[in-house]
């Protein structure tokens, strides 16, 4: 009975960290913004420059620990280390709760989405796993001391390589709306027949009299009485949420602050969008000669070529103008839109009618000079993410083989 909960424990967390660390280390620029949510919430602002550093080294080790779990190794020390891990995260989530400095924890990145109270309770019933697999699973020495450490350095090199892949080349795997493939206006539409949103409304005002507040439901009368009542405040409450469209948020103001989404989603050529969060001299010298070498096959071509910024526009044109050479129109989108679009400080997106046929980090952009190679490039982009899951797999399989395999020894 015990070798069975011991093996249960040890297999339950394997998965649960294997599964939270491969999801944020697909994504560790997500997982950099909900540190910089976190240090902001808690006054902790100085932190921000290495919330990257955190985010990469803390989804690393997730999922290290959990292919250990698996595996078998070092299971003294891995059994040490995932109740360390689940006892500080437990009482971090429990302040959290109470707290609640953000809505979403983050601890699946953007493939599930939890509330701190149920992020809280989920990890009370893994701290009482990770104290089981530190009872019956911290015992028993490794058969092959040698094995063991190449084995325990090629997962970490192999946890971190993921991170970083996806730091250098875009996620391959995508939780956000914005993949590959997705058309934009399509996910922003809402359904004829969708389901609405109910909501209630109540006014808040103040008895000029006694000064006390109260509130009044909107079909109320009493408040008509202005020589009694004076208004504060009106609260809208959503008693039943209706249809929520997969895209939200999504709106391209021009420089005079006119709504320009329709028009940019509906063109009907390819449209080359630069992404840059913020653009200042030193964010783009370092790309000028990519930057350039696209404009120019854009113009070449026939596309469109525009800028999506979250700075204001007409210092971006200026500074793009000044440094790359390329007249290029900028247009505002809000900051988290821009993150959730690209992640990195800046990138490439290709639409067509309003459909992502493409996009890179901007570190990454392939080299192409004529239309079949760029099609080329698009196809290679499109197929990223079955290529990246081939490769995870083929790597993990020849590790726990190495680890796994054990010889036959001839007998005397």
């Known amino acids: 009975m015990i070798k069975v909960s011991g093996i249960i424990t040890r297999y339950l967390l394997a998965l649960l960290f294997i599964f939270s660390g491969f999801v944020k280390s697909v994504d560790p620029m997500g997982s950099a913004i909900k540190f910089q949510e976190y240090f902001v919430a808690f006054g902790m602002e100085w932190l921000t420059p290495l919330a990257l550093f955190f985010a990469v080294v803390l989804c690393a080790a997730e999922l290290l620990l959990g292919l250990m779990l698996l595996l078998g190794i070092y299971k003294r020390i891995t059994a040490w280390a995932v109740l360390i891990f689940m006892s500080f995260f437990t009482v971090l989530t429990f302040i959290i709760m109470l707290t609640d400095p953000v809505s979403d924890c983050g ?44 084995s325990f350095l090629l997962l970490t090199a192999f946890s971190a390589g993921i991170c970083i892949y996806s730091l250098i080349w875009l996620p391959a795997v995508e939780f ?10 399509e996910a922003m539409s809402i359904p004829p027949d969708a389901p609405q949103s109910e909501h209630e409304t109540t006014l808040i005002y103040k008895d000029k009299q006694t000064g006390e507040e109260k509130e009044f439901a909107i079909e109320d009368t009493t408040w008509y009485d202005t020589s009694r009542w004076e208004y504060v405040d009106t609260r809208d409450k959503v008693i039943k ?87 290029v129109v900028c247009y505002n989108l809000d900051e988290t839109v821009i993150k ?59 590790i726990a083989a190495f680890y796994l395999f054990r010889p036959a020894t001839k007998k005397e």
Request: charged letters at 20%; aromatic letters at 14%; one cysteine or more.
């Open 107 to 150: 601890c699946f990145g953007d493939a599930v989405k939890l509330s701190n109270s149920a992020t809280f309770y989920k990890n009370i019933i893994f701290l009482g796993a990770a104290v089981g697999n530190f009872i019956w699973n911290r015992s028993g020495k490794e058969q092959n001391r040698f094995r063991a450490l190449i």
């Open 340 to 398: 959730s679009v690209v992640r990195a400080e800046a990138g490439v997106v290709v639409l067509n009618e309003g459909t992502i046929v493409a996009k890179w980090n901007i570190r990454t952009i392939p080299e192409f000079d004529t239309l079949q190679q760029m099609e080329k490039s698009f196809e290679k982009a499109a197929a990223r993410q079955g290529y990246f899951y081939a490769a995870v797999i083929f790597g993990f399989v020849i």
């Open 176 to 185: 956000l709306p914005y993949k590959i493939g997705v058309n934009i206006p």
């Open 241 to 327: 949420e209706g249809f929520i469209p997969v895209i939200t948020g999504f709106t391209i103001m021009d420089n005079r602050g006119y709504d320009c989404t329709e028009q940019i989603l509906n063109t009907e050529n390819l449209v080359f969008v630069l992404i840059i969060r913020e653009i200042t001299p030193a964010s783009i010298e370092p790309f000028r000669i990519e930057m350039e070498k696209l404009y120019r096959f854009a113009e070449a071509n026939g596309f469109g070529f525009i800028c999506f910024t979250s700075s204001n526009t007409e210092d971006a044109e200026r500074y793009l103008a000044e440094i790359t050479d390329i007249p």
